[in-house]
């Protein structure tokens, strides 16, 4: 496995639409996927998208509690390596969070996301994923997927006053709480 050198906002692998992957399973795949788990863990995110990495392929990775799924623990983060995911809306209910970004580095900003969604894809041995997902999963499964499409979180703002740094969001959270709906979101 290798650390790989993360895009930062600005360069142009991070705002183009990345390409679906033919085969789920080809080793090159499960080399990605390895070396992006490598280097979320050490950039301390709970996801990661190929193009964060300079591959511009439609591949994710995150590692939460899978909220929303049937028979998942709610206490147990789970590693989801994603190929070629889609996102449907199950609602049209959306909830706001802090959200980070490993290619937005030392900043938070509060975005509104779909609070329900069914996404599907395929895993690495070219099996389908189903799940409906709420809460943080929610979020940062279309946090991550709007990576595949050229998007960052910063263009979501609706508010930019909410972009702030993380010196700054740490006295936020001190000192005046988010909103009852906020929740907050590591790194992505
Ligand atoms: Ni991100």
Redesign the pocket.
Known sequence: MAILKIARMGHPVLQRVAEPVDDPTAPEIRRLLDDMLETMRDAE?M???AP?VHIPLRVVIFVTPLIGTEDADPDEYVLTEIINPVITTLDDDMAEGW??????PGLKGLVSRYRHVHYSGLDPQGEPIERTAKSIHARVVQ??C??LDGL??PYRLKDMNKLIFDSEYRHHTVTQRPTKTAEAED??
Not at 99 to 104: A, D, H, I, K, R
């Open positions: 995110g996801g990661i998208a964060q959200e980070g970004c490993l290619s937005v946090h991550e709007d990576h960052l979180y790194n992505a």
